[in-house]
């Protein structure tokens, strides 16, 4: 009756070393899951930090670039109105040329 019980005892002693030894490589292989998993969102926030830092340059080249065209519409503007005041110039000399030369003749 001893005999068998020791027997019945190996019997679970091994059974527990054997769920022991599943439970220790069933554990690594989960810490190995989580360490992946850590590393990838660590990956992803980083890509999502310069994707934010490179929207945030665009952002300052676009307000930028509205600037610029803002400023070339002023001067655009300037420049016409400098046309249209030499034009309007010009043909003011003209006219007094004009009447200058009829009193000369």
């Known amino acids: 009756l ?27 292989e989960l810490e190995e899951a989580r360490s992946a998993t850590t590393a990838a969102i660590s990956q992803k926030e980083e890509a999502l930090a310069r994707l934010e830092e490179a929207r945030a340059e665009l952002e300052a080249v676009r307000a930028a670039i509205q600037e610029t065209a803002s400023q070339l519409q002023i ?21 007094i040329l004009a009447r200058v030369n009829s009193q000369t003749e």
């Open 2 to 28: 001893v005999s068998a019980s020791n027997e019945q005892l190996e019997t679970m002693r091994s059974q527990l070393d054997f769920r022991e030894s599943v439970w220790k490589v069933t554990n690594a």
């Open 75 to 95: 001067v655009e503007s300037r420049e016409e109105e400098m046309q249209a005041d030499a034009a309007e110039t010009v043909a003011q000399l003209r006219g």
